[in-house]
């Protein structure tokens, strides 16, 4: 099985920083994409950003020039630097991870739990 674990939730101010990790563990070959999603109460899940096994990022519109994704494929991790936060990031974040697995072919799609910020204005 794989595991997804989110940490770095919490309070923040607006126009302060937080920064959002996801380790990924158990029977994993490689990591394709990595991605962070939100949800905010009342609303559709929504991708944030999306980083390659190469490294090459992408984001939502509306976080562009604010958020920052990285990864470090040795330790299997995947970061979400937030600046200059507003209210409306609120929402719970939660880490996908596409996997290819030694065990079994093919590439699996798995989740983190996710994890609560709140950013107060």
């Known amino acids: 099985q794989v595991q997804l674990v989110e940490s770095g939730g919490g309070l923040a101010q607006a126009g302060g920083s937080r920064r959002l990790s996801c380790r990924a563990s158990?029977?994993?070959?490689?990591?394709?994409?990595m991605e962070w999603y939100r949800q905010a109460p009342g609303k559709q899940r929504e991708l944030v950003a999306t980083i390659t096994s190469g490294g090459s990022a992408n984001y939502a519109d509306s976080v562009k020039g604010r958020f920052t994704i990285s990864r470090d494929n040795a330790k299997k991790e995947v970061y979400l630097q937030m600046s200059s936060l507003k209210p409306e990031d609120t929402a719970v974040y939660y880490c996908?991870?596409?996997?290819?697995?030694?065990?079994?072919?093919?590439?699996?799609?798995?989740w983190g739990q996710g994890t609560q910020v709140t950013v107060s204005s």
């Open positions: 996908k991870s596409d996997v290819r697995r030694p065990d079994i072919f093919g590439l699996y799609t798995y």
């Open positions: 158990g029977r994993i070959l490689s990591i394709d994409n």
